[in-house]
């Protein structure tokens, strides 16, 4: 079964930089994915940050990380990078990459949903101080 696998979170000041990545299992090739970062902030509701298309590069970005935070993908890696800078307090939270199974040929409009992935890492914790 494809697990993922986060890293990279840590402490930093508000305005520092962190790069988190997600690394799949060995044998599950990541163009028939989905690769969404999801974010959770304590007594908050899980948030959808971001996601990348793995066959076709297309990207999306919440509003509240547009212009700050990068999605990419390493495909020889099987990996996927959320690139974060300018970090803010409000970014504080745990941070989650998900998978959804969508093919390698998709062409319709995504639509991140927490629900709708299937299947999850088990977090990395991103604090973030004033």
């Known amino acids: 079964q494809l697990q993922l696998v986060e890293s990279g979170g840590g402490s930093v000041q508000s305005g520092g930089t962190l790069r988190l990545s997600c690394g799949l299992t060995?044998?599950?090739?990541?163009?028939?994915?989905?690769i969404g970062w999801f974010r959770q902030a304590p007594g908050k509701e899980r948030e959808g940050v971001t996601y990348?298309?793995?066959?076709?590069?297309?990207?999306w970005y919440a509003d509240s990380v547009k212009g700050r935070f990068s999605i990419s993908k390493d495909d020889a890696k099987n990996s996927a990078y959320l690139q974060m800078n300018d970090l803010k307090p409000e970014d504080t939270g745990t941070y989650y990459c998900?998978?959804?199974?969508?093919?390698?040929?998709?062409?319709?409009?995504?639509?991140?949903?927490?629900?709708?992935?299937?299947?999850w890492g088990k977090g990395t914790l991103v604090t973030v101080s004033a």
């Open positions: 998900a998978a959804d199974i969508v093919g390698s040929r998709y062409s319709g409009t995504y639509n991140l949903n927490a629900n709708g992935m299937d299947y």
């Open positions: 060995p044998g599950y090739d990541l163009k028939y994915y989905v």
């Open positions: 990348i298309i793995a066959s076709d590069g297309r990207t």
